[in-house]
């Protein structure tokens, strides 16, 4: 034994391969490590230690002494590996250099727990509010604005459904228009008659709930949904009357000799860039005098066609087409739409369930947060005639209504653009569901503008902004955008308030020079600060508007 102990204790510059040392069993052996992640048991070299003699530690073949160099690269790169993968006492922790979720250099964007967290908070808000109600009333909730959903709500349901039907007079009219071979044609007195009639139209239904007496909550839903059906129908007969024409001049090329030989006209798509109008004419007339009547034949014929190229007009001039888009969520009316394979129910009825709980949210807020300090603070002015003490209780009043009128807006948003319009995307199949982008992030109105509600976006683009560009300049059409914007949002809040006061009018047109002055040297490309700027015009918008409407 003694001799065999000796005979292992040999030198290894002898080439003898020796057999490799058992491992220590004894943990506080085992825990008697090195900084360099060796070992040295009973007197023996470390694991670098051998490593740096070139000795084998058992795991592979040694290497003879005339190996190449080669060989030798190879097998201390693997003997550096190991000995790297031994686990230390306390782990090394990998510094580098990294920015934080929050930073605006990070490329991370799920921020999907902020959004449960946002549910939780108002679960918890909802919970409260039953508590204290309870202790106060002995009923978890109030019954006052519960009272105003439930009021006439068969008259609402009907009235609603003949506004929805009147729309459908465009498809008949269009026919009219399309047949016609005098005055009635859309080019010539064609589109008057539609403009006629929808002006009628509008008069008419927004009337309709003054007439009737509907509460407020009633207003909101009516006022809205008219609002948007105006701009569905004016968007079908428009488009369709654009064909029309542009069918016409196609049939009368068969005959080029008396027909016009003037340039296709586009029109323009709702993702088309402003931008791209102006270019599109000016490289339009320069191809005018090169251009082959063949070319303009195939223009006007692409004009006719779906961008999917599967319908061709007018064969879209049926009433199941037109059923089809009164159901699609958008306001630009195509000859066809991107579709999704079937209907996803699931995804359906959790749209649907989420419906009804933002408006049951949306009906707590405002009947435990809203109702009362409007109600409070309209029995105080009444008491006081000094302009100080008035300023004092407006100041307060919206003081009180910052928070409620934020968490209205964002459950608004939400109930509309990510519920209603996802639920009947599922039920029509329609593929685009990109009905808001990041306007959160919006460093002026302007951009607000175009990323919160994409639908109405695209429909003042192409049919408003597009439609005037020819006959005004880039400002002026820019101009003429917001002007009836802020119109139609001064119509919407007079319905609801039963009050034309001009507060909203005025509030958006401000917006105008506002972003010129953000567009300035000074102030352009400081994101953070316009953003800051932007959510606290928007908070003291709201709340502002409401006590103005209210109160005043």
């Known amino acids: 034994m003694a001799h065999s102990t000796s005979h292992h204790r040999h030198d290894a510059s002898d080439g003898i391969v020796r057999p490799r040392p058992v491992k220590p069993g004894n943990p506080a052996v085992l825990r008697a490590q090195g900084e360099d992640g060796g070992m040295k048991a009973n007197g023996g070299p470390s694991k670098l230690e051998v490593l740096a003699s070139g000795l084998s530690s058992g795991r592979s073949t040694p290497l003879p002494p005339d190996a190449p160099p080669s060989a030798l690269s190879l097998s201390s790169a693997r003997k550096q590996i190991r000995a790297q993968q031994k686990h230390r006492l306390f782990p090394s922790i990998d510094y580098a250099a990294r920015v934080s979720h929050f930073d605006p250099k990070s490329d991370y964007r799920d921020f999907r727990g902020f959004f449960v967290l946002f549910w939780i908070g108002l679960a918890i808000m909802v919970l409260t509010t039953m ?93 809205l949904h008219t609002i948007t059906f105006l701009m569905k129908m004016h968007s079908y007969a428009f488009y369709n009357g654009h064909l029309s024409t542009t069918e016409h001049r196609l049939s009368a090329l068969d005959n080029p000799e008396s027909a016009s030989t003037a340039a296709a006209v586009r029109y323009p798509r709702s993702s088309t860039h402003p931008n791209e109008l102006d270019m599109s004419k000016e490289k339009k007339a320069h191809q005018d005098e090169e ?10 014929a692409l004009e006719l066609t779906s961008p999917l190229g599967q319908v061709t007009y007018p064969q879209n001039l049926t009433w199941s087409n037109y059923t089809d888009y009164i159901l699609v969520p958008t306001l630009c009316y195509e000859l066809e739409y991107p579709r999704t394979e079937r209907t996803q129910y699931l995804e359906l009825f959790w749209k649907t369930l989420a419906v009804f709980g933002c408006i049951f949210l949306l009906t707590i807020t405002s009947e435990e947060f809203i109702v009362p300090v409007l109600h409070d603070a309209s029995i105080r002015l009444n008491s006081i005639s000094s302009t100080s003490e008035t300023l004092l209780i407006m100041s307060e009043t919206i003081s009180l209504l910052l928070f409620p009128f934020m968490v209205t807006f964002l459950l608004v948003f939400l109930v509309i653009f990510e519920y209603v319009l996802g639920a009947f995307a599922e039920i029509t199949c329609f593929a685009d569901r ?46 003429v955008t917001f002007l009836l914007s802020a119109l139609g949002h001064e119509l919407v809040l ?59």
């Open 494 to 552: 007079g319905c609801i308030t039963k009050k034309l006061r001009g507060y909203g009018f005025l509030a958006q047109m401000l917006q105008l020079p506002i972003v010129a002055l953000q567009r300035t040297r000074w102030v352009k490309g400081k994101r953070l600060f316009n953003n800051i700027c932007f959510w606290i015009s928007m908070i003291l918008g709201l709340a502002g508007l409401c006590s103005l409407y209210v109160l005043v």
């Open 291 to 300: 251009e082959a009547l063949s070319e303009l034949r195939e223009d006007l």
């Open 131 to 223: 508590l204290r109600n309870i202790k106060d009333t002995g009923f978890p909730f109030r019954v006052g604005v519960w009272a105003l959903l439930g009021e006439r709500v068969w008259q609402l349901a009907l009235t609603d459904g003949a506004m929805v039907l009147s729309t459908s007079l465009s498809l008949p009219l269009h026919k009219i228009f399309r047949n016609s071979k005098g005055w009635l044609k859309w080019e010539r007195g064609g589109m008057a008659v539609q403009s006629i009639y929808q002006a009628f139209w509008l008069v008419l239904w927004v009337n309709w709930p003054f007439m009737l007496g509907w509460t407020w909550t009633a207003q909101v839903f009516f006022t």
């Open 434 to 479: 990109h009905f808001y982008s990041d306007w959160w992030n919006s460093c002026d109105w302007l951009e607000f503008s175009r990323e919160w509600n994409i639908p109405v976006h695209h429909f003042l683009r192409r049919h408003v902004y597009g439609a005037s560009r020819p006959y005004l300049s880039r400002n002026m059409s820019t101009l």
